[in-house]
Structures are given as structure tokens and as C-alpha cells.
């Protein structure tokens, strides 16, 4: 009896052994979320700190003495060019004109009967002409005069938006004053400049001669804002120029766009985020923050899916990072397999079932921000 449950228990282990084949049960290899890499063209953008800038600005001044009668507009509101602001009081200016246009008149009508008798010889030549020149003097008189009169309704110079007045009723302005009674500056559009360093600057210039990177088309080369409460300015703007000096203190160039400001959304001083295309790469890959580890050295590496389900440690470069995406500048190619979720499961040369990855941000429009980069891309 004990011989045959010896021999049943021997042929159950062998059976059970025979069943196995030496290979690991299918439930034990690990399931791996991964995201197929997919190159594409992705635009290089770079966030660069600045300011707002009005497109005219204009001081408003007297341009003859007199003591201010009324104001004629309302402070902080928008003015017409030509809009009259201020009355100086115009009544010493009259009386100048009044006279001056009597002694006109006057000079005219002797002129008028000087003419006959210079014709007939009854009277010089030299006379005449004399008179003729007083004529026109007085006439010059009336038209400085005139001018004078009108210079005491002080008139907008140009439109736009006009400060708080600096002088009240009352007050008294001399021509050639320092002081400006007010400010009138056109806020659309509306300048932002911003200062980019050299040192980007020809790195950028470097990659686009090498081929790495391509010039944007004009309708991508649309400038973004982003205010300083961090919320995005709804309106597009296009780079205006760029300064061709650098500044021997900052080690920068000015870049300036020029943004729409219907609503005065955007006023002068404002301290704001510019984001401007600076190259095309036309076969960029962007990789999911996660999926990017760093060994001991911190260089990055990914953890790739090959065709027999197994798994190789890929050693990689990465450049500019946008909303926690990686621009992979080497180290992978389009249609490979990179593994997202899972990671602590696997090692290199182990067997995985690879699925789709369940969590993982969509790049956002294929356009890279340069304000932040990895150690790698260095």
C-alpha cells in the first residue's frame, strides 16, 4: 500500500513538471502602459520677460503765457486729435490781433492810392515800394498775431487716451514751460518690448545654419502675451523688429511686437510675459514627463518595448520642456514603444505586456517653451 502512494505522488510531480516547461506562469509578466513616439514638427518658442509701451506719447504744453480759464475735457478719457483741452485767456491776444489788423488795413489802403500816382509819376518809385513793404509787414503781424490767439485754446496733438491734468483753473502757463499740463498717449495698439540675451540669440542662429531648426512661416510667427497674474492676453500680436545693438551692460537685444489693445486692456509700464516663435524642428519628439528617469550621473533614460515584448534601457537627450513634456532631442525614433506607466515593474531584458498608456498629457500644439531646459540639453 505504501509503494503504490509512493509511485501516485512521484507521476503527480512529474506530470506537474512536465505541465510547466521551466517557464514562468503568464500571470507573472507585468503589464506596462506605453505611449508611441511620433515625431512631428514642433515650433520652438521662447518666453521672454518685458514691458508695455505706448505708440505715441505726447506732453501737452502751452505755447503762450496766460492764466487758464477752464479745462475742456474729461481726465482719463479718451481725446480727438485737434480736441481743444484748455481756454488760456485770450483777451490781451484780441487786442494784439485788433490792432494789428487796423495797422494792416491801414497800409493796405495806402497802397491802394499810391498805385495810380505811381503810375502816373506823380510820386517816386521808392515811395511806393516803401509802402507796398509796410503793407506786407502789417500783414505778417496780423497773421503772428492770429496765430498767437489761436494758441490759447490748447488743442490735442494727437488722440488717445489723456492723463489727469497737472494744472486746475486759475492756474498760470508761460510759452516754454517745463512743466507739461498733461499726457496723451495712443494705446492701439500698444508696444511690448522685450530683451532676449546674445547667447540665445546665436544659439538659435547657429542650430537654424546647421539645418536643426527651421525658419517659422509668417503665420506662425503670431507673438502670444501672458500678463502678470499669469492669465494670457486673448489677442495676437506680430514682431515689429529687433535692435541691431546689444547692450554693453545686460548683454541683450530689444525685440519689439506690436499687440491690438482695443479695450485698453494693456496700458503703458505694464510688466508682461512675451512668448515668440524662434524655430521650427521638423522632426521633434515629445515625451511625457514621467516616462524620463535619471541615473546616478543624472543622465535621462527611458525604458523602451521592443518587438519580442522585452525591455531595453535607452539612454537619452532632451532639450526644452513644455506644460511636463520633453523635447527628446536624440536617443529615440518614430513608432517606438516607451514605457509610461508601470515603471517600477520592469528592468532591462525583462519580458512586459505593453498597453496603451492611460495617463498622459496631449502635447499642446506641437510649440516648445525655451524658458525652462534639462541638464542633458546642455
Not at 83 to 91: H, S, T
Not at 271 to 277: D, G, K, M, R, S
Not at 359 to 372: C, E, I, R
Amino acid at each position: 500500500m505504501r509503494l503504490k502512494l509512493l509511485s501516485a505522488s512521484v507521476v503527480f510531480l512529474l506530470a506537474a513538471c512536465d505541465q510547466g516547461g521551466g517557464q514562468p506562469a503568464a500571470s507573472s509578466v507585468p503589464q506596462v502602459g506605453v505611449t508611441t513616439v511620433n515625431s512631428q514638427p514642433v515650433t520652438l518658442l521662447t518666453q521672454l520677460p518685458g514691458r508695455t509701451n505706448a505708440v505715441k506719447t505726447a506732453e501737452v504744453r502751452p505755447q503762450v503765457s496766460g492764466v487758464v480759464q477752464k479745462l475742456l475735457f474729461t481726465e482719463g478719457g479718451e481725446v480727438k486729435a485737434g480736441q481743444p483741452l484748455y481756454q488760456i485767456d485770450p483777451a490781451t491776444y484780441k487786442a494784439a490781433y485788433d490792432k494789428a489788423l487796423a495797422s494792416w488795413q491801414n497800409d493796405a489802403m495806402v497802397v491802394k492810392r499810391y498805385q495810380p500816382l505811381a503810375a502816373a509819376h506823380a510820386i517816386s518809385q521808392q515811395t511806393y515800394d516803401d509802402a507796398v513793404a509796410a503793407e506786407r509787414s502789417a500783414k505778417a503781424d496780423v497773421e503772428t498775431a492770429k496765430v498767437n490767439l489761436d494758441y490759447t485754446l490748447v488743442k490735442a496733438p494727437i488722440a488717445g487716451h489723456i492723463s489727469r491734468s497737472l494744472v486746475t483753473a486759475g492756474a498760470l502757463v508761460t510759452n516754454g514751460q517745463s512743466d507739461y499740463l498733461a499726457t496723451i498717449q495712443q494705446l492701439d495698439p500698444i508696444y511690448v518690448d522685450v530683451s532676449e540675451s546674445v547667447a540665445d540669440l546665436l544659439r538659435l542662429r547657429r542650430a537654424m545654419a546647421q539645418g536643426k531648426l527651421a525658419k517659422v512661416d509668417d503665420n506662425t510667427a503670431a507673438v502670444k502675451l501672458q500678463l502678470e497674474d499669469g492669465s494670457a492676453y486673448p489677442l495676437e500680436g506680430k514682431l515689429a523688429f529687433s535692435e541691431v545693438n546689444v547692450s554693453e551692460t545686460t548683454g541683450t537685444v530689444v525685440l519689439r511686437a506690436v499687440f491690438p489693445n482695443p479695450h485698453n486692456e494693456l496700458l503703458p509700464g505694464m510688466y508682461v510675459h512675451a512668448i515668440l516663435p524662434q524655430g521650427v524642428q521638423q522632426q521633434g519628439i515629445l515625451l511625457p514627463q514621467e516616462a524620463i528617469m535619471h541615473d546616478t550621473k543624472g543622465q535621462p533614460y527611458v525604458y523602451v518595448v521592443k518587438g519580442d515584448s522585452s525591455v531595453e534601457q535607452r539612454s537619452i537627450t532632451t532639450g526644452e520642456m513644455v506644460k511636463g513634456d520633453w523635447l527628446v532631442n536624440s536617443g529615440l525614433k518614430s513608432g517606438e514603444q516607451v514605457i509610461v506607466n508601470g515603471l517600477q515593474s520592469v528592468r532591462s531584458g525583462s519580458k512586459v505586456k505593453a498597453v496603451a498608456a492611460t495617463t498622459q498629457d496631449t502635447p499642446d500644439a506641437g510649440s516648445v517653451s525655451l524658458s525652462m531646459t534639462d541638464p542633458s540639453a546642455q
